[in-house]
């Protein structure tokens, strides 16, 4: 535990979860395990960069930050993530959407319906 590395600065339990029970995430970088996942060998990828999942539980760690559990589609494996770890897929920003032109808004939004 001695790499533990706590931003002193930063608590993210004084404002609310960034995301909610059953919402789809998409994984920002790989993770791999680190010692904590059972049934999988150290430095095993347990979750790809762009792997879709959806957010099964919220906790905490150190007080300080919240652990999303997450289950992911394509391994079945559930893994506890950070949340600049994850994007939302389900509530994107108007600006971000905006950006990507009147058709292919409609399109996400379109997708979005039917999840």
């Known amino acids: 535990m001695a790499d533990i590395v706590r931003d002193s600065e930063v608590v993210e339990l004084n404002d609310p979860p960034r995301f909610a029970y059953g919402e789809r995430v998409v ?37 300080q930050y919240y652990i999303y559990a997450v289950e992911w589609v394509a391994n079945g494996y559930r893994v506890g993530m950070r949340a600049k770890e994850l994007m939302s897929l389900d509530n994107i920003p108007e600006d971000i959407l905006d950006q990507l032109g009147p058709d292919k808004k409609a399109q996400f939004l379109a997708l979005k319906g039917q999840r």
């Open 27 to 63: 994984s920002r970088s790989t993770v791999r395990n680190d010692g904590t996942f059972a049934g999988a060998e150290i430095g095993d990828v347990l979750v790809n960069k762009g792997d879709i999942g959806y957010v099964t539980s919220i906790g905490n760690f150190l007080q």
